[in-house]
């Protein structure tokens, strides 16, 4: 294997890691999965698209834009999708046929306004290439390895060292209880529907600086659901480790086999997982909701 398919794979991995990590959130606190995340991603990239990018704003101004608006559409399909599902602990069919709901609300709205067109982002780089010695590195790649993997660090950060990494903690292991010794579960996952959403947001954003920006974007979110099946459902540690492994073996097998035969190969390692280690690599068995 050549570094430097090596680097294109951590670059790839580290988008994947943002997509697996919001999926592995809300699975962590929840314990089902959210199908609504990939309509989430496309349409806050939309947003930011037609927002800022059209205008000719650089990459900053619209990855913040992407991340408030993934922020504000999962915290409103938290509202209205899954506010009482959750309060009421309703049947699991409700989780899914919800999250589905609200997948095809947001995909359904995004084509109304954008049609089936293509859209490209402006390039935000006066250089499509960076020199790293012997190596050339494409600009964007870079820029998305650098910046998805600061935002990883800084939710690690606050997982693990904060208050709210603690109520989130708390009321992914036993909602109840962490409601009877005083933390506000309701705010908490709300909470964690934020963090999700702007996990989205900036993976909406590079996936379309990466490919092109469509309405049917979200599909692109199963390469997160596998990475997370990889490393463990509800196991952020593990959705990262997932990811990154998932995208420096996409792009070998791009190099190597071609676009058709990497994603069955991609389909067939997921599958391998699920039938010799379910639970991941660093996850543990977990009761799924739906």
């Known amino acids: 294997m050549s570094i430097q398919i090596f680097i294109n794979g951590l670059a790839t991995g580290s988008v994947y890691a943002l997509i697996a990590t919001g999926f592995a959130l809300i699975f962590n606190v929840l314990k089902f999965s959210n199908f609504s995340h990939g309509a989430t991603m496309t349409a806050a990239a939309f947003v930011a698209y037609f927002l800022v990018s059209a205008k000719g704003l650089g990459l900053a101004p619209t990855l913040i834009i992407a991340a408030l608006a993934g922020a504000a559409i999962s915290l409103f399909g938290e509202f209205v999708g899954f506010r009482r599902i959750t309060l009421n602990h309703s049947s699991p069919t409700y989780f899914f046929v919800s999250s589905i709901t609200l997948g095809t609300l947001y995909e359904g709205l995004v084509t109304i306004k954008a049609g089936s067109n293509f859209y490209n982002f402006p390039q935000f780089f006066k250089s499509t290439t960076l020199s790293i010695g012997s190596f050339v590195v494409s600009t964007s790649d870079a820029m998305m390895f650098i910046i998805s993997a600061v935002v990883l660090v800084i939710l690690a950060y606050v997982i693990s060292k904060t208050r709210i990494g603690r109520a989130l903690r708390a009321v992914s292991f036993d909602r109840e209880t962490a409601q009877l010794m005083g933390i506000?579960?309701?705010?908490?996952?709300?909470?964690?529907?934020?963090?999700?959403?702007?996990?989205?947001?900036?993976?909406?954003?590079?996936?379309?600086?990466?490919?092109?920006?469509?309405?049917?974007?979200?599909?692109?979110?199963?390469?997160?659901?596998?990475?997370?099946?990889?490393?463990?459902?509800?196991?952020?540690?593990?959705?990262?480790?997932?990811?990154?492994?998932?995208?420096?073996?996409?792009?070998?097998?791009?190099?190597?086999?071609?676009?058709?035969?990497?994603?069955i190969a991609t389909f067939g390692i997921m599958l391998l997982f699920l039938l010799v280690r379910p639970q991941g690599i660093a996850g543990s068995n977990i009761q799924e909701k739906a």
């Open 184 to 263: 506000d579960s309701t705010r908490t996952i709300q909470l964690a529907f934020i963090i999700s959403g702007i996990l989205a947001g900036v993976a909406g954003v590079f996936l379309g600086v990466n490919y092109t920006l469509y309405p049917s974007l979200g599909s692109l979110v199963v390469k997160g659901f596998i990475a997370s099946v990889i490393g463990g459902l509800g196991s952020i540690t593990g959705a990262v480790i997932g990811a990154v492994l998932l995208g420096i073996t996409e792009t070998i097998l791009l190099a190597t086999l071609g676009s058709g035969y990497s994603t």
